[in-house]
């Protein structure tokens, strides 16, 4: 599957971004869904995921109540809902995708990733 991310941009602290995440392929439903970023200066970390299965979620404990992850399987597309948006969340965001995976929280267990967009927040 190939994904392609959208949607960063400069943003005030307290504002809102909606990222998407198109993908392509004829097996969408059967992947598991996250979002990752990397700030400068630091590594990739985890941001949220969405299961294949029962499009259960999983938050990193730095977006909890702020970000929420949602899927469409019919259009092939998985988004990020930020809110209360953050300077500490300035990052490059990437999609990524990890067949029938489940509780996957770690870079190497996502097979396919997008090229990233960058969310920039100032204070």
């Known amino acids: 599957v190939q994904l392609q991310a959208s949607g960063g941009g400069l943003v005030q602290a307290g504002g809102s971004l909606r990222l998407s995440c198109a993908a392509s392929g004829h097996t969408f439903s059967r992947y598991t869904m996250a979002w990752f970023r990397r700030a400068p200066g630091k590594e990739r970390e985890f941001v949220a995921n969405i299961s294949w299965r029962l499009g259960s979620t999983i938050y990193a404990d730095s977006v909890k109540g702020r970000f929420t992850i949602s899927r469409m399987n019919a259009r092939k597309a998985v988004y990020l809902q930020m809110n209360s948006l953050k300077p500490e969340d300035t990052a490059v965001y990437y999609c990524?995708?990890?067949?029938?995976?489940?509780?996957?929280?770690?870079?190497?267990?996502?097979?396919?990733w997008g090229q990233g967009t960058q969310v920039t927040v100032s204070s």
């Open positions: 990524a995708a990890a067949a029938l995976a489940s509780d996957a929280l770690k870079p190497h267990e996502y097979e396919h």
